[in-house]
């Protein structure tokens, strides 16, 4: 299941198109940014919640991803199952 969100990043909004993936991460891929082509985010971001915090793939920008995944988080249901299970982060640590 995908939904589309809609997030500020350097003062313009930004729609991103999100998708569930394996071991509780997520993948953000960029639609439209409404702001400075100079300014435009990332067209595609691998999202982990790790901690408190949300990660992804470069690290550059991590406001950018603690707003998606707070979105993500306001949404729970979205994908109808949690953030990650405890077999999920068991699995993931394993490697696998």
Known sequence: MER??????EGA???YNISR???GRFKARLLTYNGNIRNAPPQELQ????GNRWTHDD???RDLADEIGYVIE???DMFKQPIFTTSERYQDNQGR
């Open 47 to 50: 999202l982990q919640k790790d």
């Open 4 to 9: 589309t969100i809609t997030v500020f990043h």
């Open 74 to 76: 306001l949404q729970k």
């Open 13 to 15: 909004m930004a729609h």
């Open 21 to 23: 993936g394996d071991y």
């Open 59 to 61: 690290n550059v920008n």
